[in-house]
């Protein structure tokens, strides 16, 4: 079962600047709420029951968001404006948090969670991608190839050729439709992908990967990648990669950000 959640919240948002340089990317407003509780309630009604959310000295905001403002409360209770209340509550799960002082990059970001993790297998949901879709969960759908195989998991996105330089890539076996077994993956891969299907934000670990993590050196972009210790995870252990076949929205790119703003306002 996997019952615990990294969200690795760190980062800077440099694609987003100049609103980035005191608004952090996962508060970025959608319909009324901050993107990072779409993301912790995707993790709990996949049946996650803690989550360590990995923030900067620059997030507090994060955390703010996650606890109660008893003096809010107490100001609408005594404005009459009660019925506000129960919009203040967050998501029924037990949170943490961890400062990165250093953003040294998203592998050393989930270095950060091996005391959390400890023996179990554990979800990653990067705040920036957005899966909104009324019928199915992208993690809970990475979580059930986990259930079935006991290996990690990645989910992937089949994405237009010129966009795969912006992603991790897998290449892989197909086992079942939508289903492989990943036999290689690159960060970034600037010429020859070795398929379309990019890693899409999503994924469940065993703790297997930390030995490789924590011995990962700096690689594109000169951060310690993920899919660098995955990479060295591939030479002794196997891994799946699951295609998600739904929506998902990326913060970090403006048009995607109104595309979802756009059709939450149809939705409502
Ligand atoms: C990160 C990962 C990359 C992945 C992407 C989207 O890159 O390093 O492998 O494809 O997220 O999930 P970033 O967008 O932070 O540069």
Known sequence: MVKKAVIPAAGYGTRNLPITKVLPKEMFPVAGRP???????????????????????????????????????????????????????TPKVHIQFIRQSYAKGLGDAVCLAERFAGNEPFAVLLPDLLFINET???????????????ESVIGVKAVKEEDLK???????????????DIT?????????PPSNLAVMGRYVFTPEIFPFL?????????EIQLTD??????????????????????LGKNEEYMTLLNYMFKKK
């Open 35 to 89: 993107a990072i509780d779409y993301i912790v309630r995707e993790a709990v009604e996949a049946g996650i029951e803690e989550i360590l959310i990995i923030i900067s000295r620059s997030k507090n905001m994060v955390m703010d968001y996650f606890d109660r403002s008893l003096e809010l409360e107490m100001f609408l209770s005594q404005a009459e404006k009660s019925h506000l209340i129960p919009l203040l509550e």
């Open 136 to 150: 199915a969960n992208a993690l809970q759908k990475t979580i059930a190839v986990y259930n079935e195989y006991k």
């Open 166 to 180: 912006l992603y991790g890539v897998i290449k892989g076996t197909e086992l079942a439709e939508g289903l492989y």
């Open 184 to 192: 290689d993956i690159i960060e970034k891969p600037q010429t020859s």
């Open 214 to 222: 924590n011995e990962t050196l700096p690689g594109i972009g000169n």
């Open 229 to 250: 210790a995955i990479k060295k995870m591939l030479t002794k252990y196997e891994a799946k990669a699951q295609v998600l076949e739904m929506d998902c929205f990326d």
